[in-house]
Nanobody, 123 residues
Framework: QVHLVESGGGLVQAGGSLRLSCAAS????????LAWFRRAPGKEREFVAG????????RYADSVNGRFTISRDKAKNAMYLQVNSLKQEDTAVYYC????????????????WGQGTQVTVSS
């Protein structure tokens, strides 16, 4: 079975930071396209950041560019999202996802998803 599990969310004040983690079992991330999405209250799910396993391609949503950093650890079969300078509008459930073809763009299928981790930013 394939499982993706997010962790690291929590309640923080505006301007604070968190490090979100995504661990995989049942598959290795090698050559996958990896991404973080989020769903805020009253909004549809949106793309946050993506990275190819090689690290050769990285993409960020304009709303988080310069504040968030996506990375991966090949040895640990995990990926991370460092979230800094958090704003109230960053409050959302954050999900990790993987595309087995190694894609990040519109053609990505993201066959595998985690259950999400809650990030709540207070004033």
């Amino acid at each position: 079975q394939v499982h993706l599990v997010e962790s690291g969310g929590g309640l923080v004040q505006a301007g604070g930071s968190l490090r979100l983690s995504c661990a995989a079992s049942g598959l290795t991330f090698s050559n996958y396209g990896l991404a973080w999405f989020r769903r805020a209250p009253g909004k549809e799910r949106e793309f946050v950041a993506g990275i190819t396993w090689s690290g050769g391609l990285i993409r960020y949503a304009d709303s988080v560019n310069g504040r968030f950093t996506i990375s991966r650890d090949k040895a640990k079969n995990a990926m991370y999202l460092q979230v800094n300078s958090l704003k109230q509008e960053d409050t959302a459930v954050y999900y990790c996802a993987a595309d087995r073809r190694g894609l990040l763009g519109p053609s990505a299928n993201y066959e595998y998803w985690g259950q999400g981790t809650q990030v709540t930013v207070s004033s």
